[in-house]
């Protein structure tokens, strides 16, 4: 079994996520890759960050979650769209193939993820138990910051370089990859910087609660 974070799409997606992996669209196939990618990014960022902020009780911690959130799906949805487009089928099964390593099975269950070292999973599910009984002190945090940057890490560098290694791109596209990429990693570090210290116990439990629910196991 292989550690991931990830999420469950929406039935919309994996729809199409089903139609690109069996090359069934009926048409060219970057058509369904870009719809694909597209609503992948939507919903990571729905799953890892939107949502959250939903379950924040009201706050300036709230309010930060839900601007960065939307400056993250701003700047990724710009970037996708320079990134993506028309293109041969030949050139865009690199893609689908790397949608493969991507989505995996959970007892029946279709999710999105990226895999994650075991040892970091393990030790964030220690500290989210903890944060979860009210246990976290001020000296545990600073370790908690630490383990959700990696975290973050492992996910942008999956979902954004990695993925667009998998596209045909040129000198300035891939230029703009690695500014946006920059620029996400950036707003998660402030994000995970501005929320972890600060949360009370009870936000803290949310946050502990949120984040556990995206990470699993699966073949």
Avoid: W
């Avoid at 293109?87 to 029946?108: A, P, Q, R, Y």
């Avoid at 946050?207 to 699966?218: E, G, P, Q, T």
Wanted: with cysteine.
């Amino acid at each position: 079994m292989t550690a991931y974070f990830g999420f469950t799409p929406s039935e919309t997606l994996k729809k199409n996520i089903e139609i690109a992996l069996a090359h069934a669209s009926g048409g060219p196939l970057y058509l369904i890759r870009d719809k694909v990618s597209l609503s992948i990014t939507d919903e990571i960022i729905d799953a890892a960050m939107t949502k959250l902020a939903h379950e924040l009780p009201p706050s300036d911690k709230k309010e930060t979650m839900e601007k960065l959130s939307s400056f993250i799906r701003s700047t990724m949805q710009t970037l996708m769209k320079q990134l993506l487009g028309k293109d041969i089928d030949e050139k865009v099964l690199k893609s689908l193939n790397f949608l493969t390593l991507s989505t995996h099975d959970k007892g029946g269950q279709l999710k999105v993820g990226c895999a994650m070292p075991d040892e970091l999973i393990g030790k964030l599910k220690d500290m989210f138990a903890l944060a979860e009984e009210g246990k976290i002190t001020d000296g545990i945090r600073p370790e908690l910051i630490i383990l959700q940057k990696q975290m973050a890490d492992i996910c942008t560098k999956h979902f954004i370089t990695d993925y667009c290694e998998s596209l045909d791109l040129g000198f300035f596209k891939r230029n703009a990859m690695s500014i946006a990429s920059s620029a996400t990693t950036k707003a998660i570090h402030f994000a995970i910087h501005k929320l972890v210290p600060n949360l009370s116990k009870d936000e803290l439990a949310i946050f502990a609660k949120h984040y556990d629910s995206l990470m699993y196991f699966a073949d």
